[in-house]
């Protein structure tokens, strides 16, 4: 049975850093690539940042350059480093696995979800 248990949300202040973890059981970890996602009140949910099994790394245009998604294998967990955090990110994010990179920027496609930690910029 997968699951994915996200943790490291909490209030911060703009300009601050959080990060986020993403806690994986069920699954063969090291061959799967791992996606971030989040769901602002009133807002579909959308990708932010994947990594493929290799390591590669896609962010979404709004992301890049203040969030770093990594991966340990040996403890089978993703995170999000996320630096200089704004208002806007305010959200629940999430995690998921894929089969690539460009199916973890399909979040229709995506089954399974965990309950997702929240965060909270404060201006």
Request: charged letters at 15%.
């Amino acid at each position: 049975q997968v699951q994915l248990v996200e943790s490291g949300g909490g209030v911060v202040q703009a300009g601050r850093s959080l990060r986020l973890s993403c806690a994986t059981s069920g699954i063969d970890f090291r061959y799967n690539t791992m996606g971030w996602y989040r769901q602002a009140p009133g807002k579909q949910r959308e990708f932010v940042a994947g990594i493929s099994a290799s390591g590669i790394t896609h962010y979404a245009d709004s992301m890049k350059g203040r969030f770093t998604i990594s991966r340990d294998n040996a403890k089978e967990t993703a995170y999000l480093q996320m630096n200089s955090l704004k208002p806007e990110d305010t959200a629940v994010y999430y995690c998921n696995t894929a089969t690539s990179l460009i199916a973890a920027m399909d979040v229709s496609a995506m089954g399974y979800w965990g309950k997702g930690t929240l965060v909270t910029v404060s201006s």
